[in-house]
RNA sequence: GGAGAGGUGGGUGAGUUCGGUUUAAACCACAUUCCUGCUAAGAAUGCGACCUCUUUACGGGGGUCCGAGGGUUCGAAUCCCUCCCUCUCCGCCA
């Protein structure tokens, strides 16, 4: 959610900045006529309180006193203004609820730094990696043998089994064996050890409640992507900063702990309504994947280096993994409801010849943290809200994509980097069998 | 799932019997100052959050908040209803 306050002090920069990625200035006057209307009628409302409160407070004292007569008139009095004061406390609260609902549906406002555009084709290359590219080499170029689908690699070594998958929950849901499931389990172990020096492992629940779902601003906005258990007002996690935002709600934390760093490996679920037909082969897009996610509560001081941080750690494993990738600054048009600011890596999968989102970096600044009420107390100052920061490393669906297909070689079996090797007992041959 | 006990500020914890100076005590922690004087101890004062009005500012006024939401009442931490969570015991269970 984005400041309140702010919109009051400074509408023009607001409704520029919100304009960069669509939102229409109509939509920005409603809601400032909204909250010129709430503060009018809770104005009225809190002075015919206040007089309530007083002439309350005079009934006590004559009914004490046993100044029977006067206390009955008071009381009348007092009953009188109370009606009232229901009447205009009930149109406040109309309004107050309105303006929330049209707060919570308002996307974050961008960085400056954060380039123009309204769509992913205006988002911005940053760099590049592959092997070898530090000392000039060029990018790789992949043999005859590297071009073939993962979805055939993992039926044609019986890694992959996506008819057994549809069969049990519907298309789009991939069902793993062998050493291909192993392979995810290494993945993940491998990237929650590199990660275990400085943030702590988290295994949080897979579903939340609506009111959890609503702070990561999931909700209201994406209900269509997400599944729902409506029979116990829970969704399944779409990514594990759902859980991580919000494991401190309503807190006021402690300045001298932060920044507060956390990874969970969860499954991530997501219904993907509308992209039905699109890029949907094989694990290009899933209903349910694993990912390692990290996660930071922090000062605004410290986000922007603790967001350097994750993207750092996202770039490397995929260095380690010896994957080519790239990174792309959003722009305006493309970030998600609640960013302020996004990187995303993109992997390179020379079989299906794609580059494929496997990480996205964002800084959250307080519109997370304000939906979710989180705080922490600076030096000598009052409650001021956390920064959020997060980013996937990695999305591991696509990360075994790209694996096979980089790493099959002409005799068809895959070799996999050694930094797994520990984590797949030793071997990182998968033989045709 | 059943029975019982409980949920109060950053923390501990009174107040709920019997609704009205509770404007939520006290202690801890924290902050400032003083005294002492040196890896300490003591004293004084201050110290909640949120919303809103007002002020150039310092500040001041009003309102809300005692797990959540309703209700009764002139007036609710206190009485009534519903729900959530925690603890203890029982049942069931990987």
Redesign the pocket.
């Known amino acids: 959610m984005i400041d309140?306050?702010q919109l009051r002090r400074d509408p023009e920069f607001v409704c520029a900045a919100l304009a960069r990625r669509g939102v229409e200035r109509a939509t920005m006057d409603v809601i400032i006529e909204l909250d010129r209307r709430h503060?009018a009628l809770?104005?009225e409302a809190?002075?015919l309180?206040?007089e309530?409160?007083?002439?309350?407070?005079q009934?006590?004292e004559a009914?004490?006193s046993e100044q029977t007569t006067l206390a009955d008139e008071l009381?009348a009095n007092?009953?009188a203004r109370?009606e009232r004061e229901r009447v205009a406390h009930a149109e406040a609260e109309a309004a107050g609820q309105q303006l929330r609902d049209k707060l919570l549906d308002l996307p974050n406002i961008p960085s400056p730094e954060v380039p123009d555009g309204l769509s992913e084709a205006d988002n911005v290359e940053l760099r590049q990696w592959w092997p070898g590219c530090e000392s000039g080499q060029p990018f790789p170029s992949f043999g005859d043998h590297q071009r073939v689908a993962h979805w055939d690699i993992g039926s044609e070594l019986g890694i992959l089994d996506l008819e057994a998958g549809a069969k049990l929950a519907g298309s789009m849901f991939p069902l793993f064996r062998g050493v291909g499931a192993r392979l995810l389990r290494a993945l993940s172990a491998y990237a929650l050890d590199q990660h275990f020096d400085a943030y702590e492992e988290i295994r949080p629940p897979h579903f939340a409640l609506t009111e959890t779902m609503t702070s990561t601003g999931h909700l209201p906005k994406n209900a269509d992507d997400m599944y729902a258990i409506e029979r116990d007002d829970l969704w399944a996690i779409p990514t594990a900063e759902v859980p991580l935002t919000s494991m401190n709600r309503g807190e006021?934390l402690d300045e001298a702990n932060l920044p507060i760093r956390m990874t969970a490996l969860t499954a991530c679920f997501r219904r993907e309504a509308g992209a039905a037909g699109r890029d949907t082969r094989g694990l290009l897009r899933v209903h349910e994947f694993d990912k390692v996610e990290l996660f930071a509560y922090c000062t605004p001081e410290q986000a922007p280096a603790a967001q350097a941080d994750i993207l750092a750690r996202a770039e490397a494993i995929l260095q380690a993994l010896g994957l080519p990738y790239r990174v792309l600054a959003l722009c305006a048009g493309d970030l998600g409801t609640s960013s302020a600011q996004t990187f995303d890596l993109e992997v390179y999968t020379p079989g299906v010849d794609r580059w494929l989102e496997v990480s996205s970096v964002s800084w959250f600044r307080d519109y997370q943290a304000r939906r979710a009420n989180v705080?922490y107390r600076p030096a000598?100052g009052?409650?001021t809200l956390v920064h959020t920061v997060n980013g996937s490393a990695l999305a591991w669906a696509r990360i075994w994509a790209a694996l096979v297909e980089t790493y099959r070689q002409p005799d068809g079996s895959v070799v996999l980097p050694a930094v797994l090797a520990p984590y797949l007992g030793g071997r990182t041959t998968i033989s045709p069998r």
């Open positions: 309140l306050t503060r809770l104005q809190e002075g309180r206040a309530v409160k007083e002439l309350s407070r009934v006590g009914r004490k009381q007092s009953r109370g006021i705080r000598g009052s409650p």
